[in-house]
């Protein structure tokens, strides 16, 4: 019994460890190979905005176009499209 716990001790912190480590990992590497190098990116998040716990807003720049749209569990719904503003307006 002595010997079990001392074992469980031991690997279950290693094994969260692991985990952990894997899943940090993969975000790194899911970020560098997320675009091309010397590529930009064509769509970007301006601004998010929480409504409620299942309900968010997200302004969208895409093709020099922002787009708001509503997030939700039923899906994405577009609900204003305007043209880029310049970073000082």
Do not use: C, D, N
Not at 18 to 43: E, I
Not at 47 to 73: C, D, N, Q, Y
């Amino acid at each position: 019994m002595l010997w079990y716990l001392l074992k469980l001790l031991v690997l279950l912190p290693l094994i969260g460890g692991l985990a952990w480590y894997s899943l940090k990992f993969a975000q790194k590497w899911q970020a560098k190979l997320g675009a091309a190098p010397g590529t930009a990116k064509r769509v970007r998040v301006i601004e998010t905005t929480m409504l409620s716990p299942t309900l968010k807003l997200a302004v969208i720049e895409f093709h020099g176009r922002e787009i708001l749209v509503s997030a939700s569990r039923q899906g994405l719904t577009r609900l204003a499209e305007a043209p880029a503003r310049e970073v000082g307006e």
